[in-house]
């Protein structure tokens, strides 16, 4: 046999090579647990619920409950408004809290505020403040104009839109900020000749702002309508779907089917938002890849 195979001297890989290898192999190592939790926690669960959802009868039981439609339509009105409100307005005030005032830094942290505490105490305490009976609001109301306050969650279209305002105020801080990195990227250069050409303040965002920050946009339009999607608490911790189940959206309709101990229904109501997620993962993932 031969004594190369043996003899380190006759090893002739170079170090480099080693040293890939040698990563590689604790590269695949060290990727085995999270293989492991992702089949556990993540695979599985979503595949045991398609089971158990196979059934077409459970599809035409949810299909003929009059709260999925309303729950659809629900939720296609939360991501339209939601999604390109929140957006413009993050647009906006991330060239706003590009001036280098002392003031707006100080403020820039505050805005920050909503989106850094947890979710569940600021939702609940807006939720008290809008009791109509002791609630902040409707005492403010009463002693400034001697007149009751709204019950504004009893009523549909106001308790959803207040649940999309409560969204807005909770996420638009994070966008404000990815879209404040986009804008600090545009070179200040391009903004300066532009003021030496006598360009106006819209003209410099047409023609050198929104063409540099486009692609940044569009693809945070498309995670956000991903996110809004599947945003629970904002409806569920200020209306808990009501008055009488009129706001759900989807995230919160397999809740309502849990407490009635209709668990077909509830996986199944998961399953049909399956065809509004996966298009839009597709067009993000397509979107990054450029």
């Known amino acids: 046999m031969n004594a190369s195979t043996f003899d380190p001297q006759f090893d002739t890989a170079p170090p480099a090579a080693k040293a890939s290898g040698s990563w590689q192999r604790w590269g695949r190592i060290l990727v085995v ?8 926690f993540v695979i599985y669960p979503v595949c045991y619920g398609l089971w158990l959802a196979r059934e077409p009868q459970t599809y035409v039981r949810l299909f003929a409950d009059p709260i999925f439609f309303r729950t659809m339509l629900n939720s296609i009105v939360f991501i339209i408004l939601s999604v390109n409100l929140k957006m413009a307005v993050a647009l906006f005030l991330s060239g706003f809290f ?5 003031w707006v830094k100080w403020l820039s942290l505050v805005f920050i505020l909503p989106w850094a505490v947890p979710s569940i105490p600021t939702i609940l305490s807006m939720r008290f403040m809008l009791n109509p009976e002791w609630g902040v609001i409707n005492t ?39 879209l404040l990195a986009g804008r600090m990227a545009i070179p200040g250069e391009q903004y300066e000749a532009a003021s030496v050409d006598g360009a106006t303040v819209w003209q410099k965002f047409r023609f050198i702002t ?30 808990g779907g009501g008055p009488a189940d009129m706001t759900h959206v989807l995230a919160t309709l397999g809740i309502r089917y849990l407490r009635l101990d209709q668990v077909d229904l509830s996986l199944a109501s998961i399953v049909v938002a399956l065809p509004l997620v996966l298009p839009l993962v597709y067009f993000m993932m397509k979107r990054l890849s450029k």
């Open 33 to 40: 647990p999270y293989l492991l939790i992702f089949l556990v």
């Open 98 to 102: 590009l001036n280098t005032r002392w």
């Open 140 to 178: 403010l109301i009463f002693q400034l104009s001697g007149l009751d306050g709204p019950n504004w969650l009893n009523d549909p279209t106001l308790a959803l839109s207040l649940s999309m305002l409560a969204h807005i105020w909770k996420s638009l801080p994070f966008w404000t900020l990815i």
């Open 210 to 239: 929104w063409p540099s920050m486009r692609s940044l946009y569009l693809t945070s339009t498309i995670l956000s309508m991903i996110w809004t999607l599947g945003d629970f608490n904002s409806v569920y911790l200020l209306t």
